[in-house]
């Protein structure tokens, strides 16, 4: 027979026993629920933080155009995409333009739907892999804007532009003052040649560089090319083979510009020079700004009236102390000057190196004709303005709601992401 295994006597647990293993549970439960608790504070606190300090502001509001929203974060990309490898300062200039492009191509993505035009993500992926290095997903509705804009000009407006207009063929010179475009009128009255002093002395580049012939041209077409409509209203008003008296154009710009100029302070020790200026659109005017000036009239009270430089006309001219390095070469020649006295007013200073407004037009009608089939060119002109005017009536519309909602502290914390990741 087997033998029966013995049982142990079972160990009683007293009620003091008890009580203590009891204690010391609660007391396990208690440390494990702090430790617990702990964790958990700590991830909340950092979790607290990241949402915060992160996710929440990156996916704020902070453009709206109708129902469209877009983040912070895609503002950030869209900063840290035109404004690749730029400084801080350079992203402050372009902070509020990357505003309104985003609220421009969002209104032309909307307004071009209502057209029936609109474009594929396959498109938008081609689009994407053409730039070298290809653009990130990130950039879609960029790639997206530019294939919009050549659909709606290529398609939709081609179909708006006629093929055939009355033009003009048109011979011009601009100059910088009455006085020398009343010269070259002399000139060309007395036989010289239109497209030598065309070449010679046209402000504006394209009469400069083909010998004063700007082609045929419808009267928009004209006015587009040049930037200015002041030609085309007397080309379109006029009969062939008469030259025109000089033709005011006080918004034209040119590159060349004259300086008055007046030495205030040298430094030695840091090479700079403290001067006060005036910009002129013209040597005669400048000869006439300056004989005022001699004749005892303030020069801050001058150049705040007559200067074309904004950055110093609102401060009478003073331009502080400024090293070569600021300044343009033509400027730098005459102020750096060590023979130069203090107090001293320059000559007319030309400066090929500025822009300014205003100049007179010599205009002569080559030819005329009432139907002429319009060039490639001119087209493309028309077109891309019919296309600007219809984008400006999308800003224009009442119904089109846009708004930004970020202030100044904003798009320099903005900046400073778009810097820093």
């Known amino acids: 027979m087997a033998k029966k295994k013995e049982l142990k006597p079972q160990r009683e647990v007293t009620k003091r026993q008890l009580s203590k293993w009891q204690r010391q549970q609660k007391r396990q439960r208690i440390i494990m629920a702090a430790g617990i608790f702990v964790v958990v504070a700590v991830i909340g606190v950092v979790g607290s933080g990241w949402y915060i300090n992160d996710y929440q502001p990156l996916h704020q509001t ?79 509705d960029i790639a997206r804007t530019d294939l919009l804009v050549d659909k709606l000009r290529d398609e939709y407006f081609e179909q708006e532009i006629p093929v055939s207009a009355e033009q003009r063929h048109t011979m011009a010179i601009f100059l910088e003052s009455e006085s020398q475009a009343a010269g070259v009128r002399t000139r060309l009255e007395a036989g010289e040649g239109f497209a030598g002093l065309a070449g010679e002395l046209s402000l504006e580049s394209i009469s400069n560089s083909n010998g004063g012939d700007l082609g045929w041209h419808s009267q928009d077409a004209l006015a587009i090319l040049l930037d200015t409509s002041v030609l085309a209203d007397y080309a379109f008003n006029s009969e062939v083979d008469i030259l025109s008296p000089p033709l005011y154009d006080e918004a034209k710009t040119k590159w060349v510009g004259y300086w008055l100029v007046e030495l205030l302070e040298r430094d030695e020790e840091t090479e700079q020079v403290h001067v006060q200026v005036i910009l002129l659109g013209s040597e005669e005017k400048a000869q006439e700004i300056r004989a005022r000036l001699e004749a005892g009239e303030d020069f801050a009270a001058r150049a705040e009236e007559f200067s074309q430089h904004e950055a110093s006309r ?74 600007n005017d219809w984008m400006e009536s999308l800003w224009d519309d009442p119904e089109n709601e846009v708004e930004s909602y970020l202030d100044d502290e904003e798009k320099g914390w903005a900046i400073q992401r778009a810097i820093s990741d």
């Open 62 to 140: 902070v453009i709206r155009v109708n129902d469209a929203k877009f983040s912070m974060d895609y503002y950030i990309k869209m900063l840290k995409h035109y404004g690749e490898g730029q400084p801080f300062q350079y992203m402050e200039y372009i902070a509020d333009d990357v505003v309104t492009l985003t609220e421009r191509n969002e209104l032309l993505r909307q307004g071009a739907m209502k057209l029936g035009i609109s474009v594929s993500n396959s498109e938008v992926d081609e689009k994407l892999k053409e730039g070298d290095p290809p653009l990130s997903k990130d950039y879609r």
């Open 314 to 387: 609102e401060g009478g001219g003073d331009l502080g102390f400024m090293g070569r390095e600021a300044m343009t070469s033509a400027l730098s020649e005459f102020a750096f000057d060590p023979e130069l006295e203090l107090g001293m007013l320059s000559e007319p200073i030309r400066d090929d190196a500025v822009q300014t407004e205003g100049g007179y037009w010599l205009v002569e009608v080559a030819g005329i004709d009432d139907s002429r089939e319009l060039s490639g060119e001119d087209r493309d002109l028309l077109k891309g303005r019919a296309l």
